[in-house]
């Protein structure tokens, strides 16, 4: 959207009474956690889109994958009095934050103007509209239940991507016998969670959606689920002795330079790999994780905007870009994701990126798309936390998969 556009959207709002004032701020600053190389990448065609409209960007990143230190963060300066322009969000967090404060701010003028509704898919709009009203902007979709394998290493381990636990087992195995580290992987309570997301998939997707999405005592508790950590146990062995708190990033570099055979991680990973310089089906390969293929537990950025007594040109303006259709191709090309607009094409993405749309548009009308629960999309965080709490604790060892299987009913209990 032009800069004219906006101002004729806000002039038009104005004279309905859409905004109390319609104050103008050429800058935005805008809270985020993508501090990575390839996310600062992707970071970078934001801001030169927007400085291309005359919109400047005030860098506010919060390091810290998954993003609970950038929630720490924007709380502390939202309850100071010194809201950012725009923050990145997801899934619950903007459902709370819209139910418990009230302080986003109304995006529907651009919204209706720009035909979101009919382009992004109704799974994605439960997180961007409240009461009927759009209040977040959504950039990209990811989901969780990927894995990257450095290819020399899978040529060195028999060749043949895996397609269900065994085989997977087998792989893993045989990268061990090879030497290297044959699962990369960072000790961070999001990232255990990301790993228990595809594990708890792959054992059904009706499984799934009744641990996490119903949060279902019999599914939480079952015998389901303490397979689901026996699971975990064994991936366990394939880790290094120094993953204890290593980055996501980190990981994946372990994975690019072939100290480590693989890593299961969304597809921001595939963003690093990139900016490696990198090449999908030659350097490394992206697979669903063995036994989840035709599923997928998605999470999407967002960018919620905050009412600063009025939305101001800026915000419209970044609203408006964030969704145009130019912008999610390059955007999400560099980012790892996909678009999440059902009209943007695939012939800008790599072959990751074509799989990664083709999977999300057949679960999305497949009935096969879930909610990530390590990233948000399942249920509030007070829930994601405690089951973060037992999936970590088992992880390192502390309980067995039975003591966590009974661990995990009692904290989700808890924490609704
Ligand atoms: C996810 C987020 C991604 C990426 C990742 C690692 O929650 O959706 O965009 O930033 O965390 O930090």
Known sequence: MTGKRVS?????????????????????????????????????????????????????????????????????????????????????????????????????????????????????QEFSKHDGKWIAAPVNVHSTNWVWINKSALDAAGGKAPENWEE???????????????????????????????VVLGLGADFYKAAFIDMDEGALGGEQMVEAFNRMEKLRSYVDDNFSGRDWNLASAMVIEGTGGMQMMGDWAKGEFLNAGQTPGEDFICIRFPGTQGLVTFNSDQFVMFDQGGASEAQFAMAASVMNPTFQSAFNVVKGSVPARTDVSDADFDDCGKKGMADFAEANAGGGLYGSMAHGHANPASVKNAIYDVVTAHFNGEYDAATAAEELVNAVLAAQ
């Open 168 to 198: 997977l087992i087998t792989v893993l195995d045989a990268m061990q016998a090879n030497g290297i580290t044959p699962l990369a992987h960072g000790g961070q309570a999001w990232q255990d969670a990301t790993i228990f997301d595809a």
């Open 8 to 124: 004729k959207l806000l002039a038009s709002a104005a004279v309905f009474g859409v905004f109390a004032t319609s104050a103008v701020a050429e800058d935005v600053e805008v809270l985020h956690w993508w501090t990575s190389g390839g996310e600062a990448a992707a970071v970078g065609v934001l801001k030169e889109d927007l400085q291309g409209q005359g919109v400047g960007w005030l860098d506010m990143p919060v390091a810290g994958g998954g993003g609970s230190d950038a929630m720490t963060v924007l709380r502390a300066r939202v309850v100071a009095g010194d809201a950012p322009t725009a923050a990145q969000m997801l899934g619950f967090d903007i459902k709370d934050w819209a139910e418990s404060t009230g302080k986003l701010a109304d995006l529907n003028a651009v919204a209706d103007e720009e035909g979101w509704d009919d382009v992004v898919p109704a799974a994605l």
